[in-house]
């Protein structure tokens, strides 16, 4: 979701399974899922629908249907304190997003997401499987060799995760997207601000690009990515440095069409998706 809210641009993340991985890079084989970034929903819907369905050479993808929404206003949840700790440009253009979505949808604040240890299962099974994927590149010191010195040095952290640690994980896991699955049932999509912050500046790194103040926990990234759910940005403004904004549409598993029907009557209803940031000359 993040290079598409910093771009400016529609990024659509598909169910886990819905599209094939078949030659892409692997991160985390339980997780990893490919997804189009367009001008619009309308467009992001399109090229799904062209990229989706089984393949051989993945085991993972399949051929499900695409529900959408019919015959009643869409139904829209909140999350609960994810304008906390964000950019003051990033939390007015969410709100005044809100706005727009109450024009043609019925919007429920403050829903919670269950309590649960999410980031710390993630990165337990993100480590494991990490390790796994590099696994070569780490054995053979060619990580050493990487541009970044943060990058030569992180295989090898991951290298070092536990087993006891994955499969642990692996169990809470199930029972964390019970609980999330239950809460957000009712829901065609849970919104939030993509990102905290705008995009970050060239040559800094990105821990000391912001003040620790606009360090706030936005989305559904953790909790998202341990369903398998899909989520939809879309641009909803400009803030800091004049860099763009987005808010994101987190759904059920299987459900793209029903976010991007509620993102394409948004982008019906606004022009950002074809607005470009003026450039600043420094």
């Given at each position: ?26 991160l985390m084989w339980t ?96 480590n494991g499987e990490c ?12 990580a050493r060799e990487l ?136």
């Amino acid at each position: 979701m993040a290079p598409a809210a910093y771009c400016g641009v529609t990024g659509l993340r598909p169910t886990y399974g819905r599209v094939s991985r078949h030659g892409a890079m692997a991160l985390m084989w339980t997780s990893d899922k490919l997804g189009p970034m367009c001008r619009s929903a309308r467009d992001s819907e399109l090229v799904l629908r062209a990229i989706a369905g089984h393949d051989p050479a993945d085991r993972t993808s399949l051929n499900a249907p695409f529900p959408s929404i019919r015959g009643r206003k869409p139904k829209i949840g909140v999350l609960a304190r994810s304008t906390e700790r964000i950019m003051p440009a990033v939390a007015s253009n969410f709100m005044a997003s809100l706005d727009v979505l109450r024009e043609f949808a019925d919007v429920v604040t403050n829903v919670a997401l269950p309590r649960g240890p999410y980031g710390s299962v993630f990165e337990a099974i993100f480590n494991g499987e990490c390790a796994s994927a590099f696994r070569d590149l780490i054995e053979s010191g060619k990580a050493r060799e990487l541009q970044s010195t943060d990058d030569r040095l992180g295989g090898y952290q991951v290298y070092n995760a536990l087993a006891v640690d994955y499969v642990d994980g692996m169990r809470r896991r199930t029972l964390l997207n019970e609980a999330v699955g239950k809460a957000f049932a009712g829901y065609d999509a849970i919104v939030h601000p993509t990102r905290s912050t705008v995009s970050y500046p060239v040559g800094i790194k990105f821990d000391k690009a912001y003040p620790a103040k606009y360090n706030g926990v936005t989305g559904l990234g953790s909790p998202g990515n341990l369903a398998g759910l899909p989520e939809i940005s879309v641009p909803n403004g400009f803030g800091d440095h004049n860099l763009p904004t987005g808010i994101a549409m987190m759904g059920r598993a299987w459900g793209e069409m029903q976010i991007t029907q509620v993102a394409k009557a948004y982008q019906a209803r606004t022009k950002f998706h074809t607005l470009h940031p003026k450039l600043v000359v420094v």
